[in-house]
């Protein structure tokens, strides 16, 4: 690699250095540290409760650090305010798209282009040239549907799409919002067995864009099949990081799904 391909991967590295979050008294995270490399799937795996949406919370500004740092190439990100994410490359899906689902699907991926602050609001409001932003804002919506596939169904509610449907358009409104590097919040929750490998195949599309992906999932098959490298967390700590098959086989990570009893890897399956 020579000296210009490096500083071009260090300006899209992502670094958690030492993060320890307290909440209402009670310390949430501790020491947690790690990195991802550019265009990586970094999976984060854990039992209920390890600090899993605590993390990605902290990396979009929502939770800030009682100490360490995180940094997106030299941006620190403890200094940018949550609606201002998107300017750095940052988009974040929805754990549940439960509040919008009076939306179609294309009035939710163009959200993710309207301004999102108050004051971008409302100058967006009082702005002559409204209606050309809001057409820019659909035209670019469209673009995201097509890129995912998702176009045939632009005008229907999300209530009348299947879960993986809108786990697929969600993921579409946070590339629209210029994210390089997608926080994925459990993208395979509530969506059957059969419909997860469209959101594999979503990933592998969002790879092959260079976009770099953090994502919190329950499902083994689908995080040792789809992430380059896996972190399990427990208890707000790190107990390993490293390639998806040796994470999951770790001694650590077996018990920290099933107590002491960690001998079998159905188990793991059963409880994860
Ligand atoms: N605002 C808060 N105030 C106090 N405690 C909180 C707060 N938010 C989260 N917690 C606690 O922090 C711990 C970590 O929560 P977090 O949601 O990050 O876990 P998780 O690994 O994402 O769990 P799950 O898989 O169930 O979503 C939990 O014990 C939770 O109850």
Redesign the pocket.
């Known amino acids: 690699m020579n000296a210009d391909s490096e500083v071009k991967t260090d300006a899209r590295r992502l670094r958690v250095d030492g993060v320890d979050v307290d909440?209402?008294g009670?310390r949430?995270?501790r020491g947690v540290t790690f990195d991802v490399r550019p265009g990586e799937v970094f999976g984060i795996v854990?039992?209920?409760?390890?600090?899993?949406?605590?993390?990605?919370?902290v990396i979009d500004g929502i939770?800030r650090p009682s100490a360490g740092t995180v940094r997106y190439g030299d941006v620190d990100l403890c200094r940018v305010r949550p609606h201002d994410m998107r300017k750095h490359g940052i988009g974040r899906s929805l754990?549940s798209t439960h509040y919008f689902r009076d939306l179609t699907a294309l009035q939710l991926v163009a959200l993710g282009e309207l301004p999102n602050s108050i004051v971008g609001a409302l100058r967006f409001a009082g702005h002559r040239k409204r209606r050309k932003a809001q057409a820019e804002a659909r035209d670019k919506g469209m673009e995201a549907l097509r890129q995912f596939g998702l176009e045939q169904y632009a005008n229907r509610p999300l209530s009348e799409l299947s879960s993986a449907v809108q786990k697929l358009v969600d993921i579409a409104r946070a590339v629209v919002t210029g994210g390089e590097l997608l926080l994925l919040d459990?993208p395979t929750s509530g969506v059957s067995g059969h419909e997860r490998g469209g959101i594999g195949e979503a990933l592998r599309r969002l790879r092959t864009l260079g976009r770099t992906i953090v994502l919190?999932d329950?499902d083994p098959g689908f995080v040792t099949g789809n992430c380059d490298r896996l972190m399990a967390?427990n208890f707000?700590e790190v107990l390993d990081v490293g390639l998806p098959d040796e994470v999951m086989s770790s001694e650590a990570v077996k018990r920290s799904y099933l107590g002491e009893s960690a001998n079998t890897d159905v188990g793991i399956e059963r409880d994860l």
């Open positions: 909440l209402g009670v949430i995270l854990g039992p209920n409760g390890a600090g899993k949406t605590t993390i990605l919370n939770v754990q459990e919190i329950h967390m707000g």
